[in-house]
């Protein structure tokens, strides 16, 4: 298209509000809504981790998500003058001497030395929790406020734009005409995470539904600063306090919080540290993932102007903001579409 549209973007976590964000600063027109149900951008951690550690790979397209986050979050940092990104070092308990071997042959590599800091004597005899193949300490790593990131952006896309709250009525929905109600649209843009399972336009897709589940503890005689990764990850909250999470349940809608999943993440945290702690909260979500770990993102094969923006999965909030600018760059300027992301690959009719 060319020009000023008029965008509808359905679905107000991280992805609705990224999309809608970039929508606005092309100058076009955006109505946002948030369905105002249980998002899984608000129960997130919001991790933004750039090393697979069983291997010591980098995350996909690490080195272009990373510098953009920094910028994204640091505009709803100065429109909501609060904190929302906060670097943090992980520190990474190997799981076996295999896993130490492949840190030590990446840490002198160029592509991995912003990453991985070099092990010291201090790392292999860590004495602060359970260790029995040393650590690592991984740099470039960061987490989002969740829940203050999700208010600062839709308030600051209501600003600009639009947001209503209510829940998307597909009967009132005319996809030739692309109108909804009394309004057409040039575009209408489903950001839904797990809903899609509910959207007779997208439906079809290999949306997956991953269930996962964190707790939070009181724990006042661990006194870290840094996120411990192994078998689950323990971050730092303030106060005491740190989440711990999370587990993996496949192929469930279910999102209520479980008995054995806080007993799973218990003796998970126990297995790192046997610090006393007492579990003071718990939350669930459902995580929409793809079978091949890629988002699925573009336009609908049969109806012109219908498009998706979904199956982020566990690295939403790393990935989110670019993959978002890329899209809209591809339906405003008309820009092709990234195969590796499309929907193409996959059969929707």
């Known amino acids: 298209m060319n020009g000023i549209g008029r965008f509808l973007v359905v679905g107000g976590g991280v992805a609705g509000i990224a999309v809608s964000k970039h929508l606005i600063d092309q100058g076009q027109k955006v109505t946002l ?3 105002n149900h ?3 951008s608000t129960v997130a951690v919001g991790m933004l981790n750039p090393i697979v550690f069983r291997r010591m790979t980098k995350s996909w397209r690490v080195d272009d998500f990373l510098p953009y986050c920094e910028s994204f979050y640091g505009f709803f940092e100065n429109t909501a003058k609060q904190q929302l990104f906060f670097p943090i070092t992980i520190r990474r308990f190997f799981s076996s001497e295999q896993e130490r071997q492949f840190w030590l042959e990446k840490q002198e590599r160029f592509d991995f030395k912003k990453y991985l800091n070099v092990i010291l004597a201090e790392d292999i005899d860590y004495k602060r929790a359970n260790n029995p193949f040393g650590s690592g300490r991984l740099n470039g790593a960061a987490y989002v406020q969740t829940i203050p990131f999700v208010d600062a952006g839709l308030n600051w896309v209501n600003e600009n734009g639009r947001v209503i709250q209510e829940h998307f009525d597909f009967i009132q929905f005319d996809p030739f005409q692309r109108q909804y109600k009394e309004t057409a649209y040039d575009g209408v843009i489903f950001c839904e995470g797990v809903g899609v399972t509910n959207n007779p336009y997208f439906r079809k897709l290999p949306v997956e539904y991953t269930k996962g589940e964190t707790i939070t503890v009181l724990a ?3 006194k870290i600063s840094d996120s411990y990764n192994r078998k689950c990850f323990i971050l730092p909250q303030g106060n005491d306090t740190y989440r711990v999470g999370a587990t993996y349940v496949y192929g469930t809608l279910n999102d ?9 993440l218990e003796e998970k945290f126990q297995a790192v540290t046997n610090t006393s702690y007492t579990v003071i909260d718990q939350h669930a979500g459902i995580r929409p993932t793809t079978p091949d770990r890629r988002p699925i993102i573009g336009e609908h094969p049969e109806f012109e102007g219908l498009f998706i923006f979904n199956g982020l999965g566990t690295k939403g909030y790393m990935i989110a903001p670019l993959l978002a600018k890329e899209f809209v760059n591809q339906i405003v300027n008309n820009h092709p579409f990234d195969a590796e992301t499309n929907l193409s690959r996959f059969k929707i009719l």
């Open 256 to 264: 209520t919080v479980t008995l054995e999943g806080r007993i799973e």
């Open 33 to 35: 809504i948030d369905q």
């Open 38 to 40: 249980k998002k899984s």
């Open 220 to 222: 006042k005689e661990l």
